[in-house]
């Protein structure tokens, strides 16, 4: 069990533009890929989400209350450049102007991603990441913020483009809704790695900035449910497309042979095709030496067995236990291994992989350096509270954050240079493919009221928050 934190550790909670700030029409905002998508689908609306377009101070407060010294925030592209390109909206640079100094002005230190999942709809329409013009926006929009925001000093560029583009494309659960489209599914990650290198390289080398730059990965180590040959492939194989791809793309600028001998035995058995074109290699080894620092986003593992059938899948978006399936042509099958506990949502609880997955990257990867938890928590339906001031119990998480802070505190131990910890999520906001029910917050929002209420876990975040500032 935690019993107390690092001195000088970073302690906070993510949010992310889309998620939280409500208000998608406001002041000139142009459309991501999300608005016309979620009303077509009418399950649920982004808008009013926590408003914290609104309600930062509110939020920047009780973060500071309870012993918060970060916070993770997204600049939503479209609040800056409604078409992704063209001229900048004044609104929408003064939002993020006064949001950057009330976190400062508290002793909150902003870090900052500049692509959360927030794809302008313009640029989406044309292709968005398959569409090379995209990433010279992107690096447009990033010069930008880089000259306007001197305020901010920690960067990341992406977050999580395997996430992003599974959901895209293989998952089909985010927009544009694709299945199994595996050539779509590994271009894109490849497209946003060098999006994420020569963002890299104008911060480090062309602007000469000082602050401090890097990507954010989701990981997701992947067992064999049993140790037999076939087993052991298909987790090497699911490795390779869920995190050896992109952390070869991010720490050594190229794609090891090893990694390129599962992607391409994935790729031939789906009949998928990668482009990597000429120069790409050489923009991302430039850039790989230069990532000040890492972003891990850390939720689960998956085990798996192999697999010979075509792909099927079902997504578990509802919290009904026990619906998700997923079935990867030459790939592999995700399967639950017996005594190890899930979510509502089919998500198991493994801080080991977390543990495993810092002493990975760092042993592996000599060019990661810093690291940072950028996400990690657990959706839960946390109960109506039927108080004003009721404290909301939600023990479940806090066991569960407290097992992976003991997983990074002994990654840590021995030797694994990680600098900080923000739990999914501040306080409980819009969730992608999940809608309202999934609730991650150390305080809940009722949406209806705006109203904030305080978790157990909001206080357990404060104790041991004092236990790094008496140390
Ligand atoms: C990560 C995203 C977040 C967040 C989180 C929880 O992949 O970076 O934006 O949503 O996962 O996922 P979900 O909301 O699907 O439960």
Redesign the pocket.
């Known amino acids: 069990r935690v019993e107390s934190l690092p001195k000088g550790f970073v302690w906070g909670g993510?949010t992310?533009a889309y998620?939280v700030e409500g208000n998608t029409k406001a002041d000139g905002k142009g459309k991501t890929m999300w608005d016309d998508y979620l009303k077509e689908q009418g399950r649920f609306s982004p808008d009013p989400a926590s408003d914290f377009y609104h309600r930062y101070p509110e939020d920047i407060r009780l973060a500071k209350e309870h012993g918060l010294n970060a916070i993770r925030v997204s600049i939503a592209w479209t609040r800056i450049f409604p078409d992704g390109h063209g001229e900048p909206v004044q609104a929408g640079i003064d939002y993020y102007h006064k949001l950057f100094k009330e976190c400062i002005d508290n002793g909150i230190e902003p870090y900052v991603t500049l692509h959360?999942?927030d794809s302008p709809k313009t640029l989406f329409d044309e292709g968005e990441w398959l569409n090379r013009q995209t990433i010279g926006y992107f690096v447009d929009y990033a010069r930008f913020c880089f000259e306007e925001f001197t305020e901010v000093t920690n960067w990341f560029t992406m977050?999580?483009p395997v996430?992003l583009a599974y959901s895209q494309f293989i998952q089909g659960n985010f927009p544009p809704n694709h299945h199994f489209d595996v050539s779509n599914g590994i271009q894109a990650q490849h497209n946003e790695m060098l999006a994420h290198a020569q963002v890299v390289n104008l911060y480090k080398d062309e602007l000469n900035k000082s602050g401090h730059i890097g990507v954010?990965h989701?990981l997701t180590p992947v067992y064999p449910i049993s140790d037999t040959a076939e087993n052991r492939h298909a987790a090497k194989l699911k490795d390779a497309f869920m995190n050896k791809f992109v952390l070869d793309a991010a720490f050594l600028g190229y794609y090891s042979e090893d990694t390129m001998s599962s992607i391409n035995e994935i790729l031939g058995i789906n009949e998928a095709e990668l482009t990597i074109e000429n120069g790409d290699l050489d923009i991302m080894k430039q850039a790989a030496a230069q990532n000040d620092h890492f972003g891990i986003?850390y939720?689960q593992n998956e085990f798996i067995q192999s697999y010979e059938g075509e792909s099927t899948s079902h997504f578990n978006g509802t919290g009904e236990k026990g619906t998700s399936t997923f079935k990867f042509k030459g790939v592999g099958e995700s399967v639950k291994k017996a005594g190890i506990p899930q979510t509502d949502?089919d998500?198991n609880i493994y801080p080991k992989g977390l543990y495993d997955t810092l002493k990975r990257v760092s042993h592996d990867y000599e060019n990661c350096k810093t690291i940072y938890i950028t996400?990690n928590?657990m959706?839960y339906k946390d109960q109506t509270p039927t108080s004003d001031d009721e404290i909301i119990d939600d023990t479940p998480r806090i066991d569960y954050i407290d097992q992976h802070m003991d997983a990074v505190l002994k990654a840590r131990e021995e030797g694994v240079d990680v600098q900080g910890y923000f739990v999914?999520?501040l306080q409980d906001?819009f969730?992608?493919?999940?809608g309202y029910n999934?609730r991650?917050g150390l305080f809940y929002v009722d949406f209806e009221t705006q109203k904030r209420y305080i978790k157990k876990s909001a206080l357990w975040f404060k104790e041991l928050a004092a236990t790094m500032i008496n140390e």
């Open positions: 993510a992310a998620q959360h999942f977050n999580e996430p954010i989701n986003n939720y949502w998500w996400e928590g959706g999914w999520s906001q969730s992608w493919a999940n999934k991650y």
